[in-house]
């Protein structure tokens, strides 16, 4: 079992930025891949980032690539994603979710934990 919690969101303007943390606890974090993913009111969850277990592999969808980074640190068990330049679209509830495989993946149903996540908000 993998215990997440999401942390740092807030409200911040157009242009701003924001660094979401999520600590894990449980089973060996270092093995999982991990990822970002958000959901806008009347949305579907969609993938965000993915870091993979070394933290040498990353992924983005294409809305956010360029502006977001994902990293992990291992001796702490933490992923962090570091969102710049946000815009209003941006806004959603982001969710960190570790899968227990090595291969990265973009699809909800690949993960296996999920945070209870974090609002982010980002006015006009």
């Known amino acids: 079992q993998v215990q997440l919690v999401e942390s740092g969101g807030g409200l911040v303007q157009t242009g701003g930025s924001l660094r979401l943390s999520c600590p894990a606890s449980?089973?060996?974090?270092?093995?999982?891949?991990m990822g970002w993913f958000r959901q806008a009111p009347g949305k579907e969850r969609e993938f965000v980032a993915a870091i993979s277990w070394s933290g040498r592999d990353t992924y983005f969808s294409d809305s956010v690539r360029g502006r977001f980074t994902i990293s992990r640190d291992i001796p702490k068990n933490t992923v962090y994603l570091q969102m710049n330049r946000l815009k209003p679209e941006d806004t959603a509830v982001y969710y960190c979710?570790?899968?227990?495989?090595?291969?990265?993946?973009?699809?909800?149903?690949?993960?296996?934990?999920w945070g209870q996540g974090t609002q982010v908000t980002v006015s006009s």
């Open positions: 979710a570790a899968r227990s495989r090595a291969t990265m993946a973009t699809i909800m149903g690949s993960y296996d934990y």
């Open positions: 449980g089973r060996t974090f270092s093995s999982y891949v």
